[in-house]
């Protein structure tokens, strides 16, 4: 009877964060239309900053009240999962400044897609039919909606479909780190702080403030939509509903965003497709529901005992999935680094340049002159160290899985006999 309630309770969860990340993707969906006028106007960089800083009181409100349950792994969970989601955020606004609105949130269709694709690749989880038919359904979907929109060039369509691929990293990781039901409250607020944090150092290395032409107090009121409607309401969805349900299904859900973002767009902005975009809208419609309802016929035990219970499993997904995030962000960064700003960056030969004229700079009273001289040479320092030490931290990870996974895979075996014996 217990096991039945149990059952019960666990499919009363699934479904209820299925529903809270169909609002996810429907605040998700207003972000394009909403911010795209603004964007006219603001740096995307400055304008995600702004966006991350409005939630800085609420991220140390939340610190405070939850302090005593704060722990170093709660920290450095928050810590990862606020800096991809942050990489993630900018990516779209980047990718918003190069393409329309509509453009932009096309390509998280194929997140349904790459999310089977990573789990059955890296993770070696067993992936049905039925999700690889809906993944191949919202592929033709997307690729009917891509054919049918103005991207906008190479550089907006590469800058697209990375953020649809960092916001399916960010769902994967958040899965892993939440895997043993962390403490949600704290790990929410350290993870909007380091959103915070890591926006006032790309705002430093990044930012425009030369277009900085806002127009108030409207452009107030889109970033704070933004930031709670957007950010910080599918933050807090994420971290109290994402351990109900794979990370699978939630990428089928979100690939209902482009065509939630299209009918936005189409209201608010009055972008308009063809007969051919509106039918791939409608595969990606299809797929969502087939992978949902096939996920839905499989309880949340079985689904479980599939992915824990294999004695194989870690000997198998220990060097993929140990190095693959990090290689994805390590390359990612380089080419973003590389490409905005070169090696060595532009603010280091201005620093060299005026180096022995700081002094007298300081003594006619030009500090902020200095200063900005010496934060963007500074940032830019800290942003190829912190890839360096990606770098090592990689080389150090693959080392260590060729190195001593066999002789743990052998003792996890050994125990294993032992069990059976």
Known sequence: MDEGLHERFLMKMKVVACLAFLLNTVLFSTYYAVAKEVLGRIDPIVFTFFEMMALVPLALCIIVLSWPSVTRQVIKRGIVLGSCLCLA??????????????????????NGFLAAFIAWLFLQQPITKATWFAGLLSLVGAALLMMNSTVGGARGSLIAFLGGLFFTGYVFMSEREQKDQAEEWPL??????TMAAWASLVVLLFGDWQSFHPAL????????????????????ITVLMQKHISAVTISFIYILEPVLGAVVANIYLH??????????????????????????????????????????????????????????FLSAGAFILYGLGGFPPHAWS????????????????????????????ASWLIAWASLAIIA?????????VLLFTPGVGQERNSQVTLSRQ
């Open 350 to 377: 201005e620093l060299s340049r005026f180096w022995p004229m700081l002094p007298t700079y300081m003594q006619q009273g030009q500090d902020m002159s200095v200063f900005f001289l010496v934060a963007p040479a």
């Open 188 to 193: 929410f607020g350290i993870e909007l702080l």
């Open 217 to 236: 107090p409207k452009d107030v009121w889109v970033i704070l939509y933004v930031a709670g409607a957007c950010t910080f309401l599918p933050v807090l």
């Open 392 to 400: 090592l931290l990689t080389v150090y990870r693959v080392f260590r």
């Open 271 to 328: 972008e308009a497709l063809p007969l051919d975009g509106y039918i791939g809208g409608g595969l990606i419609v299809v797929g969502a529901l087939i992978h949902t309802w096939s996920a839905a016929e499989r309880s949340s035990a079985e689904r479980t005992m599939q992915q824990w219970r294999s004695p194989g499993e870690p000997l198998r997904v220990s060097l993929l999935a140990t190095v693959a995030y990090p290689l994805l």
């Open 89 to 110: 955020l900018f990516t779209i606004a980047i990718a918003l400044k190069y393409t329309s609105a509509t453009s932009t949130a096309f390509f998280p269709a194929l």
